[in-house]
């Protein structure tokens, strides 16, 4: 019996005729080997019609998933108390024997499939099997790749269904042309609160060489939503191989003087800025997590993988965050997750408002002083709790943009990091190699006391991918500094920094980010001039006193610019040193990454023999 024989057999008439409209062998056996392997009840084939997707948001409802809140369209979710994270130590790179990745959890590829394969033969009997077609990046684009999953949460498909593009019309066009990434998920096992009991078999199963995600006895949505950072490792192999960038990038639009339009990216580690920097009210969101960015006749075009936004809610406020503030109380579509619940209203941690003394979250029945198994006390919400929501609720988003089948023209490129006394706020690289260099691949985070444990640790995170890792740093690395040297008009590369202290006191508002954009919006142009030191470029100061006039209408002291764009030599020094060791411990680095840490190592020994240790800006004028 082949596949569509097989599948024929299985499924009622009305979900086998929506298989047979794709003409995709590859397809047809994927699907049949794992119906047969998982053994679901029932099969449910989604294609893009407003009914099936209807029918799946019904079934997340009538399985116990979610939860209809007070305000039309909104639901909750909650995952099991050990269940809210994504599992780092259980995700794993299954690869040949042997292989060893630096910073990679890496496992046999044959010992991992025959793990993964023998806890889910049989995991979805009695339950039903939802079967969804998307694509990551724009429908019928450059950027365009399918994927199917198959999944027996419906809370995990209707969250895709809000966060990704749908595909099944894609994979009828493509035909045997696709080539698709595939995810296989199960919940598993669920207690009577519907969620995954079995966690102990929990895991999380990268298959590189098949381009395949297995996960099982899990929900939450970093470990189950395959297209996220699941998918992620897959297509970052994919550029690596190919020669483009799929990064763990927001994507954005400056609006610039006279109307004018440009487009940046920002790479920022958990922590550092990065979603508070695209969701600046004037300005304009296109994505705030994932990009492919491609090489379109020499240009650097960017696309936001997703549609969707899959966000940390915790600290959420009125004050701080007015667009998404606005989106979570209008009657959109959106899953909340993890969140309490009283009276059919969601509340979290941070939110700015009073909140109930009791109500439902997480943990169950929850009421203030509630502690669990391990004498910690439980908070409202969980602090990874979620929303998930259309990005066409925003009413700041480049709606254009988002599914413009060629993509932006990126003009520039922003790496944020966290530090406390080394970088300024703001600077620009000399070139790609430079800002690639010191600046992406040296990317670091200051961990937090309040979510991280010891303060001040200094994280290596290059450009904020080190997570999701799925090829060695250096092929990587090498696959950066090719493709800028392959455009005739890369993007500026710059580097921020919101977190400089002088002892206690932050030297940075929360909204002077603004004016820093709005600064790299005008040199992507070369509107205005800027100061040369040995790290970059830097802006003068009569440039930001004007933007912070125009922008926050705020004075800007020549003090706080001294203090903020001071070149903190020891400490830029200490930094090369601390790059320098990790890459060469690793092993496999292009020579250029040493070659351009030893010049910038030399500029700044020569500064430091002219100007001292702690340099003035304005001495850079002179």
């Known amino acids: 019996m082949n596949a569509l024989e097989y599948l024929e057999k299985r499924l009622e008439k009305e979900q086998f005729e929506?298989?047979?409209?794709?003409?995709?062998?590859?397809?047809?056996?994927?699907?049949?080997?794992?119906?047969?392997?998982?053994n679901p009840d029932r099969v449910f084939v989604a294609t893009d019609s407003p009914e099936d997707e209807e029918y799946i948001k019904r079934k997340a409802i009538e399985y116990g998933e979610e939860m209809p809140l007070e305000v039309d369209g909104h639901t909750v979710h909650y995952d099991g108390y050990y269940d809210q994270a994504r599992d780092k130590a259980r995700t794993k790179i299954l690869v040949p024997k042997g292989m060893e990745i630096p910073f990679i959890n890496t496992l046999d590829r044959e010992e991992g499939l025959k793990e993964i394969h023998e806890i889910m033969k049989d995991i979805m009997k009695g339950k039903e099997l939802f079967v969804c077609f998307f694509t990551l990046g724009p429908q019928n684009s450059i950027f365009t790749i399918p994927a199917v999953q198959l999944t027996d949460s419906a809370y995990v498909a209707h969250s895709e269904f809000i966060l990704y593009r749908k595909g099944?019309?894609?994979?009828?066009?493509?035909?045997?042309?696709?080539?698709?990434?595939?995810?296989?998920?199960?919940?598993?096992?669920?207690?009577?609160?519907?969620?995954?009991?079995?966690?102990?078999?929990?895991?999380?199963?990268?298959?590189?060489?098949?381009?395949?995600?297995?996960?099982?006895?899990?929900?939450?949505?970093?470990?189950?939503?395959?297209?996220?950072?699941?998918?992620?490792?897959?297509?970052?192999?994919r550029a690596v191989e190919e020669g483009w960038l799929s990064e763990h990038m927001f994507l954005m639009r400056v609006n610039g003087p006279n109307g004018r339009k440009t487009y940046f990216t920002g790479a920022y580690p958990s922590m550092c800025g990065k979603t508070s920097t695209a969701m600046i009210s004037w300005e304009n969101i296109v994505g705030d997590d994932l990009a492919f960015i491609v090489?379109?006749?020499?240009?650097?075009?960017?696309?936001?993988?997703?549609?969707?936004?899959?966000?940390?809610?915790?600290?959420?406020?009125?004050?701080?965050?007015?667009?998404?503030?606005?989106v979570l109380h209008s009657p959109n579509e959106i899953i909340f997750s993890n969140v309490l619940v009283k009276d059919g209203k969601p509340y979290w941690n941070d939110m700015g408002e009073e909140i109930p003394e009791e109500g439902e979250n997480h943990s169950g029945k929850w009421w203030r002083?509630?502690?669990?198994?391990?004498?910690?006390?439980?908070?409202?919400?969980?602090?990874?709790?979620?929303?998930?929501?259309?990005?066409?609720?925003?009413?700041?988003?480049?709606?254009?943009?988002?599914?413009?089948?060629?993509?932006v023209k990126v003009g520039g490129m922003i790496f944020g990091g966290r530090d406390k006394d080394t970088w300024p706020p703001v600077r620009e690289s000399f070139d790609w190699a430079h800002g690639v260099i010191t600046m992406g691949a040296s990317l670091e985070s200051e961990t937090t006391a309040a979510t991280l444990g010891k303060e001040g640790v200094r994280a290596f995170n290059p450009m904020a991918i080190l997570d999701f890792m799925s090829v060695p740093i250096g092929k990587y690395l090498k696959n950066y500094l090719e493709f800028g040297e392959r455009l005739r008009d890369a993007p500026k590369i710059f580097a921020v920094n919101y977190f400089l202290k002088d002892g206690d006191r932050w030297l940075?508002?929360?909204?002077?980010?603004?004016?820093?954009?709005?600064?790299?919006?005008?040199?992507?142009?070369?509107?205005?001039?800027?100061?040369?030191?040995?790290?970059?470029?830097?802006?003068?100061?009569?440039?930001?006193?004007?933007?912070?006039?125009?922008?926050?209408?705020?004075?800007?002291?020549?003090?706080?610019?001294?203090?903020?764009?001071?070149?903190?030599?020891?400490?830029?020094?200490?930094?090369?040193?601390?790059?320098?060791?990790?890459?060469r411990e690793v092993g496999n680095i292009p020579q250029e990454l040493f070659d351009i840490l030893e010049e910038e190592r030399q500029r700044l020994l020569k500064a430091k023999e002219k100007y001292g240790d702690y340099i003035s800006p304005f001495d850079f004028e002179n």
């Open 18 to 38: 929506k298989i047979r409209e794709i003409d995709n062998p590859e397809l047809h056996e994927f699907l049949a080997k794992y119906i047969e392997h998982l």
């Open 168 to 237: 099944y019309e894609e994979f009828k066009r493509l035909g045997r042309q696709a080539r698709f990434l595939k995810f296989v998920h199960s919940a598993g096992e669920l207690d009577e609160r519907k969620t995954s009991k079995n966690i102990d078999k929990r895991r999380i199963y990268i298959d590189l060489m098949g381009e395949t995600v297995y996960s099982a006895n899990t929900q939450y949505g970093g470990n189950t939503i395959g297209l996220k950072k699941l998918a992620f490792r897959l297509t970052i192999k």
């Open 295 to 326: 090489d379109m006749k020499g240009e650097a075009r960017g696309a936001n993988v997703e549609k969707g936004v899959f966000g940390i809610i915790q600290g959420v406020n009125k004050v701080d965050d007015p667009i998404i503030w606005e």
């Open 369 to 407: 002083g509630k502690k669990d198994a391990e004498g910690n006390e439980i908070p409202p919400s969980h602090k990874n709790a979620r929303f998930t929501v259309d990005l066409k609720s925003f009413k700041n988003l480049d709606r254009e943009a988002l599914d413009a089948p060629c993509g």
């Open 508 to 583: 940075n508002h929360k909204l002077d980010k603004a004016v820093w954009l709005k600064w790299m919006e005008l040199r992507v142009h070369d509107d205005v001039e800027a100061i040369e030191t040995p790290i970059g470029y830097i802006p003068k100061y009569e440039d930001l006193a004007r933007l912070f006039k125009e922008v926050l209408d705020k004075e800007y002291s020549r003090e706080d610019y001294e203090k903020q764009f001071m070149i903190r030599v020891p400490e830029l020094l200490a930094k090369i040193e601390r790059i320098e060791k990790i890459y």
